[in-house]
C-alpha cells in the first residue's frame, strides 16, 4: 500500500477512530473506578449520550462506522481466544447438554414469542441470540448476516445490556431463596442465565472463586455456540418463508461469515495451547477494547428519538426471555447437580 494510500485512509478514518478511543478510554475510567458496570455497557451508553446531547462533525462518520463493523468483527474474532475444547469437555457431557437446551430454549422462544408481540421479525433475532449467547457481541455477529436497522441492533444491545446489569443486583439476592449456596451450583446457574461475560464474572464473584470459575466456564460454552447458530440463521434466511433480509451479496453467498470462521480458528488455537497466559490477558484486553469501541461508534450514530418509536414490547420481549433463561437455566443446573 502507498503512503499517498495510507494517508488518504487516515484522513478519511482517523477522525473518527480517535473520536471513539478517546470515548471508549472513558468508559474503561467509568469500568475501572465501578466494576460492576460492563465497559462495553459504559461504552455504548456514553456513545448514545454524546450522539444524542452534541451534534457530531461529519468527519468523524467514517471513522464510527468503520468501528462499528470493522473493528467489531475483529473484537469477535478474539472472543475465541478465551475458550478452549477442553474447558467445554470438563463440563461433563450432563452440564453441556444444559447448555445446549437453555440457548436452543431461550432462542427459540424469543424467536417465536417477539412476532407474536408485534414486533418485527429481525429485531426479535438480534434479543434472541444476545439472550441466548453471550449478549452484545452476540448481537453484532447476527447482524453481520441479517439486514436490519441500526436503532434495532443498537437497541437489542441496550435490552441485553440492561437486563444483564440488572442480573448483577438481582441474582446474589436470591442465591439464598432458591437454596444456592452451593458456590459450584450458583455459578453453573449465573453462567447459564447471563448474558455478558463481564456480567457474568461480576455476578458470580459474589460466591467466591468456585462460583466464578463455574460461571466463567459454562459462560464461554454458551459462546462457543454462537458460530453454530450464526451459520445456522444464515441459511435459513435465505428462504424466503424466514421473513428475513440475508446481508450477504446475492453474487457471493458466504454460508459462514470470514470473522465466525476467525472465531472458531482462534478456539482451535487455544485448544492447542500455543497461547501463553499472560497473552490471554493481554488478548482479552484488546477484545474488551475492540468490542467497546464498536459500541461507541455505534451507539453515537442513533438518535433516541427515533428509537423511541419502537416502543415498549421490544422491553417486555426482553423480560419474558430475561426470565425464561434464568428459569429454564436454574431448572436444568438442580437437575445435574
Same mark, same amino acid.
Given at each position: 500500500?502507498?503512503?499517498? +494510500? ?56 467514517? *471513522? ?20 478452549? !475444547? ?7 457431557? +450432563? ?39 453471550? *449478549? ?22 441496550? !435490552? ?14 436470591? +442465591? ?10 450458583? *455459578? ?45 440463521v444464515s441459511i435459513w434466511v435465505r428462504r424466503s ?16 461469515? !470470514? ?10 488455537? +487455544? ?7 499472560n497473552w490471554l490477558t493481554m488478548l482479552k484486553t484488546?477484545e474488551q477494547v475492540c468490542l467497546a469501541s464498536a ?23 426482553? !423480560? ?18
Amino acid at each position: 500500500m502507498t503512503v499517498p +494510500r495510507l494517508v488518504a485512509l487516515a484522513k478519511t478514518y482517523g477522525p473518527g477512530l480517535v473520536f471513539v478511543g478517546v470515548v471508549t478510554f472513558v468508559g474503561f475510567v467509568v469500568h475501572w473506578n465501578f466494576e460492576t458496570i460492563s465497559p462495553l455497557v459504559a461504552s455504548l451508553l456514553l456513545g448514545v449520550l454524546i450522539g444524542n446531547i452534541v451534534s457530531i462533525p461529519k468527519i468523524f462518520v467514517s *471513522g464510527q462506522k468503520f468501528a462499528a463493523k470493522n473493528v467489531l468483527r475483529f473484537g469477535i474474532v478474539l472472543l475465541g481466544t478465551q475458550l478452549a !475444547l477442553k474447558q467445554v469437555v470438563d463440563l461433563g457431557g +450432563r452440564e453441556l447438554i444444559v447448555v445446549v437446551v437453555v440457548v436452543a430454549l431461550t432462542f427459540l422462544g424469543t424467536l417465536w414469542l417477539g412476532p407474536r408481540l408485534g414486533i418485527s421479525k429481525s429485531l426479535s433475532l438480534l434479543i434472541a441470540t444476545g439472550f441466548s449467547i453471550c *449478549g452484545a457481541s452476540a448481537v453484532a455477529a447476527m447482524e453481520g448476516v441479517v439486514e436490519a436497522d441500526e436503532e434495532e441492533v443498537t437497541y437489542a444491545i441496550a !435490552l441485553v445490556t440492561l437486563c444483564g446489569s440488572l442480573a448483577i443486583v438481582l441474582l446474589p439476592l436470591l +442465591r439464598n431463596v432458591l437454596s444456592l449456596s452451593d458456590p459450584q451450583l450458583f *455459578g453453573s446457574w449465573v453462567g447459564a442465565s447471563v448474558h455478558d461475560v463481564a456480567q457474568v464474572i461480576a455476578t458470580s464473584s459474589t460466591g467466591g472463586e468456585t462460583a466464578v470459575h463455574a460461571a466463567t466456564v459454562v459462560k464461554l460454552s454458551r459462546v462457543v455456540l454462537l458460530a453454530p447458530l450464526v451459520a445456522i440463521v444464515s441459511i435459513w434466511v435465505r428462504r424466503s418463508s424466514s421473513g428475513l433480509v440475508a446481508k450477504a451479496d446475492k453474487k457471493h453467498v458466504s454460508i459462514v461469515p !470470514l470473522f465466525v470462521i476467525g472465531f472458531l480458528v482462534m478456539i482451535a488455537v +487455544r485448544t492447542t495451547g500455543v497461547i501463553p497466559d499472560n497473552w490471554l490477558t493481554m488478548l482479552k484486553t484488546i477484545e474488551q477494547v475492540c468490542l467497546a469501541s464498536a459500541l461507541v461508534g455505534l451507539g453515537s450514530d442513533v438518535r433516541i428519538a427515533r428509537l423511541l418509536k419502537v416502543g415498549g414490547r421490544p422491553l417486555l420481549l426482553a !423480560l419474558i426471555s430475561w426470565f425464561g433463561i434464568a428459569v429454564v437455566s436454574l431448572i436444568g443446573v438442580r437437575l445435574v447437580a
